[in-house]
T-cell receptor, first 112, second 111 residues
Framework: DQQVKQNSPSLSVQEGRISILNCDYTNSMFDYFLWYKKYPAEGPTFLISISSIKDKNEDGRFTVFLNKSAKHLSLHIVPSQPGDSAVYFCAASAEAGTALIFGKGTTLSVSS | NAGVTQTPKFRVLKTGQSMTLLCAQDMNHEYMYWYRQDPGMGLRLIHYSVGEGTTAKGEVPDGYNVSRLKKQNFLLGLESAAPSQTSVYFC??????????FGPGTRLTVL
């Protein structure tokens, strides 16, 4: 059973608009959440993270929101740019855990 | 500082052949990981290591073996390759499990 779910395989957005990528999790032991970005033919790169003691973390155009009661997090990109077109993976870990659990990814396409 | 490197970048095997993928990191990380990425399946953990001389199974370990004889290297072996092992393989390393740096990937095709 998937512990980290990204239910939207793809998302298309126009340049300048907001992109919202969603992620749900089932394991209440998860206490740290991350978003990775992956371009074709490259390895994933870390984008932004959030600890379970926070409900929001912002880094430039990227903001991650965490709703623990709903076991839901989202990544907001404002404004979206064509260079943001990539696959975005949500990941989670538990305290003292030894591995990250990844979702299946959402492919974001930003058109100019 | 090269970060995480993977060798080779591409490989084509015939069913039943064996090969070893090499991952090397120069950041003195304790944790190292092997993932495979398949269309629609995301990143699935094959094996991982929390320190030199240690290994552990991940989500999809069958058909693979690993070794971590040196802290900076993590080897992934396929003893008898099968077409189902056609995939893109990523290595990652980190000081902690929740901070991982990925290599560029190895694209493996098994015919």
């Amino acid at each position: 059973d998937q512990q980290v779910k990204q239910n939207s395989p793809s998302l298309s957005v126009q340049e300048g608009r907001i992109s919202i990528l969603n992620c749900d999790y089932t394991n209440s032991m998860f206490d740290y959440f991350l978003w990775y970005k992956k371009y074709p033919a490259e390895g994933p790169t870390f984008l932004i993270s959030i600890s379970s003691i926070k409900d929001k973390n912002e880094d430039g155009r990227f903001t991650v929101f965490l709703n623990k009661s709903a076991k839901h997090l989202s990544l907001h990109i404002v404004p979206s740019q064509p260079g943001d077109s990539a696959v975005y993976f949500c990941a989670a870990s538990a305290e003292a855990g030894t591995a990250l659990i990844f979702g299946k990814g959402t492919t974001l396409s930003v058109s100019s | 500082n090269a970060g995480v490197t993977q060798t080779p970048k591409f490989r084509v095997l015939k069913t039943g052949q064996s090969m070893t993928l090499l991952c090397a990191q120069d950041m003195n990380h304790e944790y190292m990981y092997w993932y495979r990425q398949d269309p629609g399946m995301g990143l699935r953990l094959i094996h991982y290591s929390v320190g030199e001389g240690t290994t552990a199974k991940g989500e999809v370990p069958d058909g693979y073996n690993v070794s971590r004889l040196k802290k900076q290297n993590f080897l992934l072996g396929l003893e008898s390759a099968a077409p189902s092992q056609t995939s893109v393989y990523f290595c990652a390393s980190g000081f902690r499990a929740d901070t991982q740096y990925f290599g560029p990937g190895t694209r493996l095709t098994v015919l």
